[in-house]
């Protein structure tokens, strides 16, 4: 079993986390050209889990289109409302209070070399947190995430985004769950650029606010039988058990 050190980082800024993941793979990436230079070193590249939430932003993928942005510049200045474009896969989508963001920061030669089993793995964490609360998550055939109703054209709804980079077998970005999230803040775009397709959250299935810190341990724990991964905290757990 592998170690992932898992961090809250509660609420942070998108560029300070993104900083933060860059940070990493920049420096796993220089020792996996160290260790393939010097068979002598062996310094191993340490995996990382972080769960956070935003302030409210837009963020687009590196083959997105920004007139899936549905503001200018002035009104997303008017609402507080940052943009970023990113180097992750995918097309535009929303982070803010009451979602789930997780960033795993892997070295993928520690688990399997596949990217698309990797991407599959995290949208299972999800419908398996999901499950725990009676939710169906599914996946929509040619999109990534996780989907309520997918089969059903009329009804399909995204409750879980999903985006990520690899360079060299590490992993950076990642996914954002809506869990009590304002879906208010999706009319301003076309989430990832599905313009037929609603979204939704944990809170509106359920008619009810759940305990994010809750839906939070549940996806670890998912996350790590579906890993094999050994979870240390590198402070408190996230839920007291």
Known sequence: MKKVIVEDLKTIA??????????????G?????????????????????????????????????????????ESLKAKGIEFHKTNRGGD?????????????????????TDL?????????AVILTLAEYEIKGERLPKSTGVWLDAEDPFKARKICALGVRCSRWITIHGLALN?????SYFDNIIPCGIS??????????????????????????????????????????????
């Open 92 to 112: 535009i989508t929303y982070h803010g209070p009451g979602q789930m963001v997780v960033y795993p920061v892997l070295d993928l030669e520690q688990f399997f």
């Open 29 to 73: 990436v220089e020792i996996k050209i160290k260790s393939s230079r010097d068979k002598n070193f062996d310094k191993e590249i340490k995996n990382h889990l972080f769960i956070c939430s935003h302030p409210h932003v837009y963020t687009l993928g590196k083959h997105g289109k920004i007139n899936h942005l549905l503001l200018n510049e």
């Open 179 to 183: 869990i009590n999230a304002d879906l």
């Open 116 to 124: 698309r089993k990797y991407m599959r793995f995290l949208e299972e």
């Open 14 to 27: 998108y560029q300070e986390a993104w900083d933060l993941q860059e940070d990493l793979l920049k420096t």
């Open 196 to 241: 037929n397709k609603g979204v939704t959250s944990m809170q509106k299935e359920l008619d009810k606010k759940l305990d994010e810190k809750k839906v939070q341990q549940i996806f670890i724990e998912k996350f790590a039988e579906l890993f094999n991964a050994e979870i240390v905290y590198k402070k408190e757990k996230l839920l007291a058990k």
